[in-house]
């Protein structure tokens, strides 16, 4: 291990960042319970959600609010818009399980692109890691997996896309708060959704769980990721949170009784396992 490698493993700072991104795959994987609360257009909720969890952040960080308009600060917000928004889109045209699944081949195009856009080389265990996650994502998925749906699949995986450079841009963004951008963000895909918000007006509970979806799930997770990317890699930055889709249907076993099968019992250990390895890596 070099010294380099050394002094990043024994920095409590990383280590922090690493538990903010398991919290954050966690805080994010109560969307799909949540979202099957709320009685309303996927697009409205997904633009109030933005809203809620915009308005959160500014009125939490407001001393920090500094609208620059540079280049990361656009380029965070309108990737924030696009990952939110068309992760949404994707659900409603293509199943459930090929829009998690081609949402996250988002950690290709960040292990590809990060040499060039940030100067950051994948090393070998990241690739290890992410094929251990991708096979077990299929074996995870496997039954629900389906050819049909191509344009939804198209948007899910243009869904990844964005993904990836949100997370790119928020790491080139490290020195600067990320805060303003977040906003911006959500506030973009706020007034994305706004169209879709007058066909009908959700009910007090369907409100509550806007509520959640708003600040628990969406606009606290948010802040701890674009904080802990200004500690981590971006591809190890991406990597930990992939446990999300594992979390997403357990909390609807705990909740609702639904139980997997076997292979994606076997895919959710497959990725779990990864995860947590990546998680621990002394030389990440």
């Excluded at 699949?153 to 020195?175: D, I, K, P, Y």
């Excluded at 930055?237 to 249907?249: D, F, Q, Y």
Aim: glycine share 10%; charged share 10%.
């Amino acid at each position: 291990m070099s010294a380099g490698h050394a002094v990043i493993a024994a920095d409590p700072a990383h280590r922090r960042a690493v538990l903010m991104l398991l919290a954050t795959a966690i805080l994010w994987s109560l969307g799909g319970l949540l979202i099957k609360g709320v009685n309303w257009h996927p697009v409205a909720i997904a633009g109030m959600r933005s809203l809620i969890g915009g308005s959160v952040i500014a009125l939490i960080f407001r001393k920090e609010l500094k609208f620059t308009g540079s280049f990361e600060q656009i380029g965070v917000a309108v990737a924030y818009a696009g990952t939110v928004i068309l992760f949404v889109v994707a659900n409603k045209l293509t199943t459930a399980a090929n829009a998690i699944l081609l949402q996250y081949t988002a950690p290709v195009y960040v292990a590809l692109f990060s040499p060039w856009f940030l100067g950051e080389r994948a090393q070998r265990n990241d690739w290890l890691s992410l094929a251990a996650i991708m096979v077990g994502m299929l074996l995870f998925f496997g039954d629900a997996l389906s050819l049909s749906g191509y344009l939804g699949n198209g948007v899910a995986l243009l869904s990844g896309f964005c993904f990836a450079w949100l997370t790119l841009f928020l790491r080139r963004h490290r020195e600067e708060s990320a805060i303003s951008a977040l906003v911006l963000g959500n506030l973009l895909a706020g007034l994305i959704g706004l169209p879709f918000m007058f066909q009908s007006m959700p009910d007090a509970m369907s409100w509550g769980g806007l509520l959640l979806l708003g600040i628990v799930q969406l606009g606290l997770p948010y802040v701890m990721y674009a904080l802990a990317l200004r500690h981590v890699r971006a591809v190890e930055g991406i990597l930990i949170p992939m446990m999300e889709p594992v979390l997403n249907p357990l909390w609807v076993f705990l909740l609702l009784g639904e139980t997997p099968g076997s292979m994606a019992l076997l895919g959710g250990a497959i990725i779990l396992g990864a995860v947590l390895f990546r998680a621990m890596d002394k030389r990440a």
